[in-house]
């Protein structure tokens, strides 16, 4: 029996991928690094969260976060308030600058992405965001790994 042909799986493709872009996205590309352009992306799209659901959103710990929001507050890149409803949280939103910012980096990363998805059309770049987006829905939805049940 002839050997089947082996391919590796969406979440090794997706690292390669993902080591791409990040190699490819330098500061002196973006003029912001590309964890500020995530989370500042994450905050156009989600305008004036809190601190705990950005660190849910971006998937990184809640200590990381205030000091990755500290370094975009030092910058004016964003603003965090306390949350009149509740004294506890912060609510985080981007400033003018840091839209501005966001726009440049966007426009940067255009041609970064024109280069890592040159093979695929632009419906199927469409398409693979949309999958992207609904695989990242549908593991926020579900609970943290520690605490599922194995099977």
């Known amino acids: 029996m002839p050997d089947a042909a082996i391919f590796s799986g969406p979440i090794v493709?997706?690292?390669?991928?993902?080591?791409?872009?990040?190699?490819?996205?330098?500061?002196?590309?973006?003029?912001?690094?590309?964890?500020?352009?995530?989370?500042l992306a994450f905050l156009r799209d989600h305008a004036r969260t809190t601190q705990q659901a950005l660190a849910e959103g971006l998937c990184v710990d809640a200590n990381y976060c205030v000091l990755m929001l500290n370094d975009l507050e030092t910058a004016g890149l964003i603003e965090r308030r306390r949350d009149p409803?509740?004294?506890?949280?912060?609510?985080?939103?981007?400033?003018?600058?840091?839209?501005?910012?966001?726009?440049?980096?966007?426009?940067?990363?255009?041609?970064?992405?024109?280069?890592?998805?040159?093979?695929?059309?632009?419906?199927?770049?469409?398409?693979?965001?949309?999958?992207?987006?609904?695989?990242?829905?549908?593991?926020?939805?579900?609970?943290?790994?520690q605490d599922r049940v194995p099977h």
Do not use: C, F, W, Y
Request: glycine content about 6%; charged content about 30%; cysteine-free.
């Open 85 to 145: 409803a509740d004294r506890r949280r912060h609510l985080v939103a981007m400033t003018e600058a840091g839209r501005l910012a966001l726009e440049r980096a966007e426009h940067a990363q255009e041609s970064i992405e024109d280069e890592v998805l040159a093979g695929l059309a632009p419906a199927e770049r469409d398409t693979l965001a949309r999958l992207l987006r609904q695989a990242l829905d549908g593991a926020a939805r579900r609970p943290p790994a």
């Open 13 to 39: 493709l997706l690292t390669r991928l993902s080591r791409l872009v990040h190699r490819a996205s330098t500061p002196e590309l973006l003029g912001i690094n590309l964890k500020d352009l995530g989370a």
